[in-house]
């Protein structure tokens, strides 16, 4: 598979009561869109942080209005057009399915297995060694396999600490003190890195060329089982200005290929209605391709599919002005910065 150099990401999250989820959905004009903006690789959900999938799927909870095989004909028709397509799962947060499974929760230190504002997406989060972890490799087994995806996004992957009874078990097997906050820590580290070596491992044995990015686990921690790293920046989110800088500089170390993952909105991810600038994407998309990183805008889709065409232009604008500039990326390496260090006074 070849690396991913200009990119769109999508977040499709929709609450389990929506109606008509994809019904407006027009995958075709959709991927025309894709193709105006010259990308060649697209990330969208074949299951949400809801816990609701968007594919045929007979594993998991199929959204309950969806109608039709939203990803796969989004697959084929980016396929048609010579675009490659990544399914995103969202493994530490599954909503829906955490409902249905109380067992399968992050039971968390203090006894609870809810914590935080219950209105906040992680306030409920799942553990990988309960029968949950089997659940969720075998749903991106599926996805691949059905749906011919090129590649896995795998989200909120850093889950809490957990005492339930299967973790409490393997703990007493490694002699861990879970009272002991650094080492529980660190072997629920131990844990996350290790689910994602079985997932990335059962989805090869599909397909052996697939992409696949592990969001919430450590750059070097994935070394062995990515391809590819995506940094996660969006500035006037929460982020600030000045984390591209630093990252971007020890990224481009690493020796993998590195997506700049910036977005459309304004504040953070789902700022519905709220759109930035053009002049202000484009000081993010160009900072990162100075320093080697390559490009890919985060977006959200209304849960009926609606286009939003002053992003569609917005996108189609970022990509115009960064294509050109294909020439000089490929193969480039920045030049090396020396750092100053000062004592404080």
Known sequence: MHEPRWCLFFDFHTMPACPDVGAAFDVEA?????????????VFPARCNLGVAYYDTRIGIRHPSLKRNLLGELVAACHARGIAISA???????????????????????????????LDHFFRQMCYHTGYGDHVIAMAQEVVAQCDVDGLFLDCMHTQPCIGRECMERMRAEGVDWRDEEQLHGFNCRKIVGFGERIAAAARAVKPDLLLYCNGIGYEAQQHFGTYLEFE??????WGYELLPVGARYLRT?????????????????????IRTRASLE???????????????????????DRNRAVMALDRQVYARLRPLAPWLDGARPQVDAAVIMLKP
């Open 30 to 42: 959709t991927a025309d869109w894709f193709v105006a903006c010259g990308v060649d690789f697209v």
């Open 88 to 118: 995103y799962l969202n493994t530490g947060l599954s909503h829906e399915e955490g409902l249905r499974h109380r067992e399968w929760l992050v039971l968390r230190a203090s006894g609870s297995t809810y914590g935080g504002d219950p």
């Open 233 to 238: 920046c969006l500035p006037t989110g929460g």
């Open 254 to 274: 690493l020796g993998k290929p590195v997506l700049n993952m910036t977005g459309r909105f304004h504040r953070s991810w789902g700022d519905f209605g709220g």
């Open 283 to 305: 000081y993010d998309c160009l900072y990162g391709v100075a320093n080697g990183l390559r490009t890919t805008i985060g977006d959200h889709f209304h849960p009926r599919g």
